[in-house]
């Protein structure tokens, strides 16, 4: 019974390239959610998502990041053009049918450098 | 906009005592609370829920809420320096369709 799992755990990027962070919910969850975290700070939402849908974006940048969650493979934050100020550590937690108002649980996380 | 606010500290606590973290949130129809600890470095880990008024026990732990006051606390009771961590509070709605809001964090210190 795998936890949630994200790939790859440490990402290291050159200024203007695309990052690709991936995460798989556990299994029986639809709902998945994207936080980030920058040094010495506390988990910032991002995006909730179920399946083929997005739910709540009110946390993602307006320009440069997305998400999706496909039918078929995991949910995909993509981030375009990184800059500095995007490494932090990209956390994604799944829950079951219920939304916010179940328990979440986190994968490992994804550790973006920006160089 | 919804905020979860948490004393940031650290809060030092001597090994064998009970430490208490508290948090309050601002969205009354919240209907979801959570405690995650975070290990520097690491995920964070569930540790805590709460859904309704009063307080909840699990081993060591004790979940206490308040919805009239907006007020969630969490206290550890024979304190271990293992439970040196950041402390997060999150706050889900009703089964509606926003994720966790989560507060900043009260860093815990427990004193050998």
């Known amino acids: 019974n795998a936890g949630v799992m994200q790939n790859p755990r440490h990402l290291v990027r050159r200024r203007g390239q695309e990052a690709r962070l991936r995460c798989s919910p556990m299994k029986g969850h639809s709902h998945v959610y994207w936080y980030r975290q920058l040094p010495e700070e506390g988990l910032k939402f991002m995006v909730y998502?179920?399946?083929?849908?997005?739910?709540?974006e009110s946390g993602m940048p307006k320009e440069r990041f997305s998400a999706e969650f496909p039918k078929e493979g995991p949910s995909i934050l993509r981030i375009q053009q990184v800059v500095r100020g995007d490494s932090a550590a990209y956390f994604c937690a799944s829950s079951p049918p219920g939304g916010g108002g179940t328990e979440a649980f986190f994968g490992q996380g994804t550790r973006l450098t920006v160089v | 906009q919804k905020e979860v606010e948490q004393n940031s500290g650290p809060l030092s606590v001597p090994e064998g005592a009970i430490a208490s973290l508290n948090c309050t949130y601002s969205?009354?129809?919240?209907?979801?609370f959570f405690w995650y600890r975070q290990y520097s470095g690491k995920s964070p880990e569930l540790i805590m829920s709460?859904?309704?008024?009063g307080d909840k026990e699990d081993g060591r732990f004790t979940a206490q809420l308040n919805k009239a006051s907006q007020y969630v606390s969490l206290l550890i009771r024979d304190s271990q320096p293992s439970d040196s961590a950041t402390y997060l509070c999150?706050?889900?709605?009703?089964?509606?369709?926003?994720?966790?809001?989560f507060g900043k964090g009260t860093h815990l210190i427990i004193q050998p």
């Open positions: 969205d009354r129809v919240s209907q979801s």
């Open positions: 998502l179920q399946k083929e849908n997005i739910i709540d």
């Open positions: 709460i859904y309704s008024n």
């Open positions: 999150a706050v889900g709605g009703g089964g509606g369709a926003d994720g966790l809001t």
